[in-house]
């Protein structure tokens, strides 16, 4: 822990997404924790330019489901309502033996850590865009982190493990998010 | 108005006003110009930097927006402090709410409700920017700026404080170099103006003004020295030709009074003349008077014995002495008509003859005329014939006219021999009056056009020799004539020599 802590970049703007996300009008009610990591979810697939020959740029994003929790369910359902750039999610929830072939996204339960230990470098070589809420993901091996800090919820972004996969995340996203550039430690 | 206040003025003052004016009106103009040029420059540079200010900030802050990162947002609003320009600026989520807001310290803190098109608009005070926030070709937010617009117009005003200053210092400048340099032009001018006010005022025509450049001015002073000799040689001239004039107008008069002086003399003498004429005439008529009288007085006496002793002869049948009786009461008959006919004359000419006019029937006269010189006619051989064409009254002096036509009758009778002798009487008229015409025609010797103008003259005959042969005094023609005028009427004559002559009497008709 005091090692990633080291590794972290100090620059990189925290985003600090709490309440007023686009998909709220001002007069509902406050979102919960879930609702406003799917849509951070979908916002993030907007700025990333996936591997060129695992993303077809006309069909729909695959996005896989590594183990079931609570934010998993919520974002099956968020992702079927929210399309980006006009493409739609295809959503997969991946049994305990299935190989994630096919994935462009993977979302990690926290539940499943293990098991993503294990085929992790399958993905990168797969080019797969992972993410997870755990609060060490992005420092161990996974692309996009996206745990709670304080009150906020906090993008962390692996950009050394992004080049690995082969996938281009936009400035303009790095400039909200917590930037890693370290290989990860396991 | 410029035009009326230098008209007034003297020209070096013309001069410098209208250098001045037209040096200011072009610097105004240009400051007008290069102001508007300034100012359009400046508003489409602020709005293409206020343009690029509101793209950047959109680029900028796409992820904040579409993340709804407020802090991200006013971090990235937050870098206008760098542009005092910019008084207020808004970032609008991709729901039209506001994710942050920045304001120049002193500017109210609210925000227009979103556009989510390219605008940019000025108001009075700002210029209002509304730029959309799109990624991947997705509107996420829109920014809004408003511009202070006090930098352009304190620019403005700037410009205009140092244009007014400018144009006074370059309109002063202009004044100054203009009073030097209208020298070149005025001094010349006003140098011959004075000289001409000189020469009208003294009549000194030798004056010349000096020329002291090539310019037109230059030309215009040669041509007014020019002017100046012309009129001076014009002037001794009139003067000569005064002087001759009068010299000639003084010889002429004293001709003119030499010769009226002349011609009064030969007026006088004129006049002298004529009173001596008309004494001589008055002299010579009173004398023909009296003489005829005296004479007739004695003729009478010897008529009278004559007759008186011609009847005694043939009484005592002394047949030779009454022959040479006969003979002396005929040469003394004779003498006595001379005689009357000179008194008649005399009388005439004396303006003492008297008229007894009263009115006659033209017929009577004739009968008795025709009747007394039918038989002179026969003593000649000659056939009188008579033709009456028309007649009527005229009031004469009966025995005076028939005077006047028994001599003309006797004259064509006397002249006449072998031939015809016609009395014709007519009516006739002449202009406007009635009258009567007796026509004497005869087939004698005829008169020549020279003997015509003569015939009427007293004491003439055609010639001297007929005087011998056919006897009397030439007086008969002169007092017939002057009887007919007397009494209003004429005698003409025409003839061809050879052929014969015809005397025409014309006497004025009147009513009974």
């Not at chain 2, 320009?85 to 310290?105: E, H, N, P």
Request: proline share 3%; hydrophobic share 45%.
């Amino acid at each position: 822990m005091r090692a990633n802590r080291s590794a972290l970049r100090a620059g990189g703007a925290i985003a600090l997404i709490a309440m007023s996300l686009s998909l709220c009008a001002a007069q509902e009610p406050i979102p919960d924790e879930y609702q406003v990591r799917a849509a951070i979810i979908v916002n993030i697939v907007r700025f990333v330019t996936f591997k060129q020959n695992g993303d077809d740029l006309r069909g729909p994003i695959r996005l896989c489901l590594l183990g079931y929790d609570q934010q998993s369910a919520l974002l099956e359902g968020y992702l079927s309502a929210h399309p980006v750039d006009g493409r739609p999610f295809q959503v997969r929830r991946l049994s305990n033996s299935e190989r994630p072939e096919g994935c462009q996204a993977l979302y990690v339960s926290p539940g499943e850590r293990r098991r993503f230990d294990e085929i992790s470098e399958a993905l990168l070589g797969a080019g797969v865009l992972t993410i997870s809420d755990d609060r060490t993901f992005a420092f161990s091996g996974g692309i996009v982190g996206l745990p709670v800090v304080g009150e906020r919820i906090e993008i962390q972004v692996n950009l050394v493990r992004a080049e690995q996969s082969g996938i281009v995340i936009s400035s303009r996203l790095l400039g909200l998010a917590k930037v890693i550039r370290k290989v990860a430690n396991r | 108005m410029i035009s009326r206040f230098v008209r007034g003025r003297r020209i070096r003052a013309k001069l410098v006003v209208l250098s001045t004016v037209v040096a200011g009106s072009a610097l105004v103009l240009a400051g007008i110009a290069f102001w508007a040029y300034q100012s359009i420059l400046y508003v489409e540079a602020l709005k293409r930097e206020s343009s690029t200010i509101a793209q950047m900030l959109a680029d900028n802050s796409i992820a904040a927006l579409t993340f709804s990162d407020k802090a991200a947002a006013t971090e990235i609003a937050n870098t206008l402090r760098a542009e005092p320009r910019v008084a207020k600026a808004c970032f609008f989520g991709s729901s039209d709410a506001v994710m942050a807001i920045y304001r120049r310290s002193g500017e109210p803190g609210d925000c227009p409700p979103a556009n989510p098109h390219v605008v940019a608009r000025f108001t009075p005070h700002h210029l209002l920017i509304f730029h959309p926030v799109s990624f991947n070709a997705e509107t996420v937010g829109s920014v809004y700026l408003e511009i202070d617009l006090a930098e352009m117009y304190g620019m403005w005003i700037r410009f205009g404080i140092i244009s007014a200053i400018v144009l006074c210092m370059a309109t002063l400048f202009a004044m100054g170099i203009s009073s030097k340099l209208q020298r070149t032009i005025s001094e010349p001018i006003l140098h011959l103006a004075s000289i001409a006010s000189q020469v009208s005022g003294s009549g000194h025509y030798s004056l010349r003004a000096l020329k002291t450049s090539d310019d037109e001015t230059g030309q215009l002073i040669d041509q007014f020295n020019d002017m100046m000799a012309k009129i001076s040689e014009r002037d001794k001239e009139l003067k000569r030709a005064q002087d001759e004039l009068e010299l000639r107008v003084e010889e002429r008069t004293q001709s003119l009074r030499v010769e009226i002086a002349e011609r009064k003399a030969v007026e006088q003498s004129l006049v002298n003349a004529k009173l001596a004429a008309e004494e001589a005439n008055a002299a010579k008529s009173g004398f023909l008077a009296n003489m005829s009288h005296e004479l007739r007085t004695p003729l009478n006496a010897i008529l009278g014995y004559s007759e008186m002793l011609e009847e005694d002869a043939r009484a005592a049948g002394n047949t030779t002495a009454v022959s040479d009786l006969q003979r002396i009461l005929f040469a003394g008959r004779h003498l006595l008509n001379l005689v009357n006919d000179v008194l008649d004359i005399s009388k005439i000419e004396a303006g003492a003859l008297q008229l007894h006019l009263e009115t006659v029937h033209s017929n009577d006269i004739t009968r008795e005329v025709v009747a007394t010189v039918e038989p002179l006619a026969r003593n000649n051989g000659n056939r009188l014939e008579l033709r009456v064409d028309g007649g009527g009254f005229m009031r004469v002096d009966v025995l005076k006219f028939r005077q006047s036509l028994l001599n003309l009758l006797s004259n064509a009778c006397k002249f006449t021999s072998n031939g015809t002798i016609s009395l014709t009487v007519a009516r006739s008229v002449q202009g406007d009056s009635k009258m009567l015409r007796w026509d004497v025609r005869d087939t004698g010797v005829g008169i020549s056009e020279t003997d015509m103008k003569r015939l009427f003259q007293p004491f003439s005959q055609v010639d001297s020799s007929s005087t011998r042969r056919h006897g009397g005094t030439g007086l008969g023609l002169a007092i017939s004539q002057r009887l007919c005028s007397m009494m209003g009427g004429s005698i003409t004559l025409a003839s061809a020599p050879g052929v014969g002559s015809t005397f025409t009497v014309h006497m004025p008709a009147v009513d009974q």
